[in-house]
């Protein structure tokens, strides 16, 4: 093996380690700010479909008419959007599926963050399920 081909191959390796260093500070940093969550329910349809995958910002926005917020709500996470904002700064939220508002408003402590992304894998596979029948 030459000289040449072993500091090449050194080099590489010390990039390649670089590299998976730097991917991890920013997997780190990506998770602190952002979050995935699989949708269950249908109460969103027809913006979410159950399977689909959501990305959601968790610090740095403050929600708005039409965001779609993640909230928590008897111990499990929710996604609905948001109808309007009080004064009191909570949210009156509702399924798009839904015909009413939903009966509480979410406090801000409540929430969880923003969707600002959708995988739309449920979508997917309902439309390959309805061609199939």
Same mark, same amino acid.
């Given at each position: 093996m030459s000289t040449? /081909? /072993?500091s090449d191959s050194a080099l590489h390796t010390w990039l390649r380690r #670089? !590299?998976?260093g730097i991917l991890a500070l920013v997997m780190v940093a990506v998770g602190w700010s952002h979050g995935v969550l699989y949708v269950e329910g249908g109460s969103m349809q027809p !913006? #979410?479909?159950p399977g $689909? #995958?959501?990305v959601y910002r968790r610090i740095g926005h403050e929600p708005v008419r039409g965001d779609l917020?993640?909230?928590r709500? $008897?111990?499990t996470l929710v996604v609905h959007r948001v109808m309007r904002v009080r004064a009191d700064d909570s949210l009156?939220?509702?399924?798009d !599926?839904?015909?009413d508002d939903d009966p509480s408003p979410v406090d801000g402590d409540s929430v969880r963050g923003t969707v600002i992304a959708v995988v739309p894998i449920g979508r997917a596979a309902e439309r390959l399920v309805s061609r199939s029948e």
């Open positions: 040449q /081909s /072993s #670089l !590299a998976e !913006a #979410l479909y $689909d #995958l959501i917020v993640v909230f709500h $008897d111990g009156v939220m509702r399924g !599926a839904n015909a």
